[in-house]
Nanobody, 121 residues
Framework: QVQLVESGGGLVQAGGSLTVSCAAS????????MGWFRQAPGKQREFVAA???????YYADSVKGRFTISRDNAKNTVYLQMISLKPEDTAVYYC???????????????WGQGTQVTVSS
């Protein structure tokens, strides 16, 4: 069983930056595709970014150029660095893990509990 724990959320002003982290318990963390999703109130959970075990990265169009996903396999941790934040980035951000290739839907095997990111205007 893979446990995922997000951290680093908070309140930031528009235009600011924030980095959220996700620590994984999996002994084979390096073999997992890791994804970040977000869910705003009243909206469906949506794909934000993903990184494969080879560190290929993928982004939603809405965050491309502003968000960067990375992983540190020695620390079993994946990061989402966010800059130029906008009020519409406000959401609960979830970390997810799956074996195999990247998918842009919610077909991931393991999920964290989420961390709140709030961007004020």
């Amino acid at each position: 069983q893979v446990q995922l724990v997000e951290s680093g959320g908070g309140l930031v002003q528009a235009g600011g930056s924030l980095t959220v982290s996700c620590a994984a318990s999996a002994r084979t963390f390096s073999s997992y595709t890791m994804g970040w999703f977000r869910q705003a109130p009243g909206k469906q959970r949506e794909f934000v970014a993903a990184i494969t075990w080879r560190s290929y990265t993928y982004y939603a169009d809405s965050v491309k150029g502003r968000f960067t996903i990375s992983r540190d396999n020695a620390k079993n941790t994946v990061y989402l660095q966010m800059i130029s934040l906008k009020p519409e980035d406000t959401a609960v951000y979830y970390c997810a893990a799956r074996k195999g290739s990247v998918v842009f839907g919610i077909d991931y095997d393991h999920w964290g509990q989420g961390t709140q990111v709030t961007v004020s205007s």
